[in-house]
């Protein structure tokens, strides 16, 4: 397609321009339109992860779930989205105005920034970047600062006490997140999703989630607490906090919180897949096994790549209809306690078995 | 041409995001202008082609030391703060050293070396890989000074421990 485009956009812009400018111009313009389509096709997923997270969550307590909205419920999203749209903007008298306007914009861009790194199928990344894996954990460290400052700047007790938790939460289980990814950083010796996940399809079983078992759980749990969501959702505990953060937030302010909570399980169950599940990829086995699936061109495999992100998806949802809240020392001792001196292990042990297998480098 | 004009870019707008750190009166602005500051250091990094100093700077100085920056000013009572001075009573004697010293880096100038190449050129970096590179040069070349800079942040947290246990029990 950016062949295509190339070869219809240079000719006209050259004249214009001259051949350097031009070649830019052509490149910028396929980002651009990369980015919308990226950004685009990820509300769309967000929108529909609300609905099925009610399904599912419906259907778990015995419930149906929306059903009123379009044929079984399918436009509730929709007319959710149109009527935060809509709704009044409050801003509370105490709250520090221009912080208080930043911080769901800082929450809601590094989420949507993330989404540059993944590479969603063979090839197809909007910045395939050598420190993929560290650029993810460094906008998921900025988007903490969207929470804490939407905490203090509204001027109220639960926004802060929120926003408060939040912030420990976040420093806490990023650490144990960041150090579960080394194992698979060891394994896969880059930093690069795409080049995780290629190493990952030449390994035996296919999957690093198996020889990885100790860091993908250490993953697993840090991925609830990164996102704030049950069991670990304190910072916007609604039975002791009010909404915890977002409490004086209203309208689209509210939703880009919404909206950035969602893109961000989204991005969390698409690093699971990428460095745990094999990410567009099926194990060798069983390509083998039906040789056809080889000749299929490479945006098929997509599919894989959503089937495992929901899968990951389904958990979070599985998991929040299931277990109780946490308490806040219990919080902090799994993850202080128990994650990240198991990360700890998992690496060590992972360095260890390369060595033996490979031989010093 | 390019060159100069980002370098210009990030050098002009780190100066300016210092002086509204220091200057602004409610200190949570302040770490907010840090948090962009931070971000401009990881784009002059990134702009050296160094991408992992780049992330590292993010993550570390933005994603841990900042939030930790910012839940001490948080949890100030920020009413006074505001009220009070802004700068120490002191301030005229650090502004006449810092004078000094910028004297002296300007004359220092002058005698300005540049020093040998070395075998990492922007090249074989690309082609190594930011990361692979400085792996390797931290775990062989330099590893004792690595393990002394990982003794000494050892030794500040042991002290932080006993500072702290020793609170309780009083």
Redesign the interface.
């Known amino acids: 397609m950016t062949e295509m485009l190339a070869s219809f956009l240079i000719p006209l812009l050259m004249p214009l321009l001259g051949r350097e400018i031009a070649d830019m111009a052509v490149n910028i313009i396929v980002i651009l339109i990369q980015i919308a389509v990226v950004i685009g096709v990820t509300l769309l997923h967000v929108a529909y992860a609300t609905y099925w997270e009610r399904k599912v969550i419906g259907h778990m307590q015995l419930r149906l779930g929306p059903r009123e909205v379009g044929p079984f419920g399918l436009l509730q999203p929709i007319a959710d989205g149109v009527k935060l749209f809509f709704k009044e903007d409050i801003i509370p008298a105490t709250a520090d105005k221009p912080i208080f306007y930043l911080a769901p914009v800082i929450f809601f861009a590094s989420a949507l920034t993330s989404l540059s790194v993944l590479p969603f199928f063979d090839g197809f990344a909007v910045a395939n970047i050598n420190i993929g894996l560290l650029f993810l954990l460094a906008m998921s460290s900025l988007g903490a600062y969207g929470i804490v400052m939407a905490g203090w700047s509204s001027g109220s007790k639960y926004s802060f006490l929120g926003g408060l938790r939040a912030a420990s939460q976040v420093i806490s289980y990023e650490i144990a997140m960041g150090l579960s990814l080394v194992g698979v950083m060891i394994m896969a010796g880059s930093l690069n999703l795409t080049e995780i996940v290629r190493a990952q399809h030449e390994y035996p079983v296919g999957l690093y989630a198996v020889p990885q078992i100790l860091g993908f759980f250490v993953f697993f749990v840090a991925m609830f607490a990164e996102t704030n969501r049950l069991p670990f959702d304190l910072p916007e505990a609604e039975s002791e906090l009010v909404a915890g953060y977002f409490t004086e937030y209203s309208g689209f302010r509210f939703a880009m919180f919404f909206l950035g909570e969602y893109t961000g399980m989204l991005i969390m169950s698409s690093i699971g897949a990428l460095c745990f599940l094999g990410g567009w990829t099926l194990p060798g086995f069983i390509m083998k096994a039906l040789p056809f699936l080889s000749s299929l061109p490479p945006f098929v495999w997509v599919i894989v790549f959503l089937a495992k992100v929901y899968f990951f998806m389904f958990l979070y949802y599985w998991v929040r209809a299931t277990l109780p809240r946490y308490r806040y020392d219990q919080l902090m001792n799994i993850g202080w306690k128990v994650l990240i001196p198991l990360a700890l292990v998992n690496i060590v042990v992972t360095g260890l078995a390369k060595i033996w297998f490979r031989g010093m480098p | 041409m390019l060159q100069q004009l980002f370098f210009a870019y990030y050098a002009v707008m780190i100066v300016l995001l210092s002086l509204l750190v220091v200057t602004r009166r409610?200190p949570?602005?302040s770490v907010?202008w840090m948090?962009l500051l931070f971000f401009h250091i990881a784009g002059l990094y990134l702009f050296l082609n160094a991408?992992?100093i780049?992330?590292?700077q993010?993550?570390v100085y933005?994603?841990?030391i900042l939030?930790?920056f910012?839940?001490v000013v948080?949890l100030l009572n920020l009413k006074e703060e505001i009220a009070g001075r802004r700068f120490a009573g002191s301030w005229p004697a650090g502004l006449f050293v810092s004078g000094l010293l910028f004297i002296a880096v300007t004359l220092a100038l002058g005698s300005y070396v540049q020093g040998p190449v070395g075998k990492y050129s922007i090249d074989v970096i690309r082609s190594e890989?930011?990361?692979k590179a400085l792996g390797t040069l931290l775990y062989t070349e330099y590893l004792f000074p690595f393990e002394i800079a990982s003794l000494i942040l050892l030794v500040a947290v042991v002290g932080a421990i006993v500072l702290a246990k020793r609170k309780l029990r009083s």
């Open positions: 409610n949570v602005h907010m948090l991408e992992f780049a992330a590292i993010v993550i933005a994603g841990a939030v930790l910012l839940f948080l890989t930011h990361t």
